[in-house]
């Protein structure tokens, strides 16, 4: 017999002693069949309005005396039968009331823990723990735990992913980080004012909604379609004013360390040697001040934003951080494509370029807003060419480089000769890359 709140281990070692969430856990949960209702009035606003109608307000008072204690008691069971477990090589998470489900997470396949507090969350002390896990698109999370006992979960959690044994993880803490830059809040909100996103939907609306007034003379068309614009517009500025405000990137043993958010806080981890792709973006009205911003494509991850700012030569030494022998080519260092892939792609042509080192394999593209993608050799999975009809005409071709987070990165628009030679030369160099790479660990 096992004592209430332990698992019994059928491999004969000890019992693994289970844990429950935080105790507000089921006021989130209790709006589960709140939410239901309010899905269906969303869906049918109609039939909502109709069936509100004919309730009096002795059945309204009925029903909320009904769906108040029913949605009390689903958030309170929920909980009460949700339990995980830490054991020696891997995370269970059991739930369910009729139907069971315990879902086993592999510790050696955990690539990143996000700790992250919506604005409730951390009035209430509490905060979710979201697991990165190989192999799964969706984040597995455990919310919500006390704030305290989040970090020290994931510490334990990666401490024990990175090899150490299970008696000294929970010793071992949270990994020490140094800070690296922090982007100020004046710089990100004159950033966002210069991104051509917001100043787009704000034009398209004064264009657009007049000319609907004119041809309707319906205000309500026009709110339908203006404020829709308008969200668009706000999304792009304040919706990631909001998201990226206090970004701060710190460095530590087990991966690079991103916090930010004004009122939903999110505590990230960039895993090392996950990283297959970093983009470096430069809008348009970026550059007289010099600032990009860095994105990421990692394997096993959702996370995708490294810098949502910074100075050029910052970022750069930032890149190098993320890809160790990886240096930015210089712009002098980019081949365009000939003059007869005009006819292929006119005006934009230009934009194009390609530079190849003995780290990384480096494509630029656009003119307006210009991506400057790198993935170093040993990330690459597979090469392929592509010419079409119209692209055989003029003698160029399309290069694709396949990484490991399912991202392709394409050197458009080269001349044939030079795109044959370079899938050959690609394939070399990345299978050198991957025999001379050093082993993705945590915590190295």
Known sequence: MTAPGVQEDVTGRPPVAERRLHPVTPLRRAWAPVAVLMGWAVHDPDGAQRQLTRLTTTTLLVGLGVLIPAAALYGF???????FA??????????????????????????AIDVTQPLLARVAGVAKLKLDVIGTDKKDELAFLGAGEARALRAELLARAAGFAPETAHEVGEAPSQ??????PGVLAVSLLLTGATWGWLLVAAVALPLLWTATHSLWTVLAAGVPMLGAAGASSVGRFVAEYDWTLGESPDGLRIDHGLLDRAHETVPPGRVQTVRLVE???WRRRGWVRVELDVAGSSNSLLLPVAPRAMAESVVARVLPGVTVPPPEAFSRPPRGARWCVPVWWRGYGLAVTDA???????????????VPHAKVQSVRLAQGPWQRAH???????????????????????EAAALLRAQAERSRTGRRDALPDRWMA
Do not use: C, K, Y
């Open 283 to 285: 809008p348009l009205l």
């Open 360 to 374: 990384v394999f480096a494509a630029r593209r656009g003119l307006l807003r210009r991506s400057l993608s790198l």
């Open 77 to 83: 069971l929920s909980w009460w039968f949700t339990h």
């Open 395 to 417: 003698g160029v071709a399309d290069v694709h480089v396949d990484t490991g987070a399912n991202g392709t990165v394409t050197a458009r628009l080269r001349p044939a000769g």
């Open 86 to 111: 830490v054991t020696d090589s891997e995370l269970r998470v059991r739930t369910g009331l009729l139907f069971r489900r315990t879902a086993h997470i592999r510790l050696e396949r955990i690539q």
């Open 179 to 184: 800070r690296m830059l922090r982007v100020p």
